[in-house]
């Protein structure tokens, strides 16, 4: 159990790095950063992820029509990691608040 909420917590960092970005990355510096992704040009149609990051970026001015004109799925996707980050929060809080008083006890 304990290696499970490792990776957990390891991932969650992960994704709160991502929800961060937008609010101390400028968006043309990302931009440089991120690759082209060839699926479009490749199959004809767009990915399940794409216009994700632009979409994130919308979302974190309070945009949420446009990010949602941008990919559909970015709403959800951006709340799940919002949730997954307080629930991370909240675990790390009591894990540490756990271990603190069975190590006095």
């Not at 510096?29 to 479009?40: D, G, H, K, T, V």
């Amino acid at each position: 159990m304990l290696a499970v909420l490792l990776v957990w917590f390891i991932l969650s960092v992960g994704i709160f790095i991502i929800l961060m970005l937008p609010l101390v990355v400028p968006q043309h510096q990302l931009a440089q950063l991120i690759p082209e992704f060839s699926w479009q040009s490749q199959f004809h149609k767009p990915c399940a992820f794409c216009g994700m990051s632009t979409a994130f970026y919308a979302i974190s001015r309070g945009d949420f029509n446009q990010a949602h004109l941008l990919n559909p799925l970015s709403l959800y996707i951006y709340s799940v990691f919002l949730l997954n980050t307080i629930f991370a929060v909240i675990t790390l809080k009591r894990s540490i608040r756990f271990v603190k008083n069975r190590t006095y006890a």
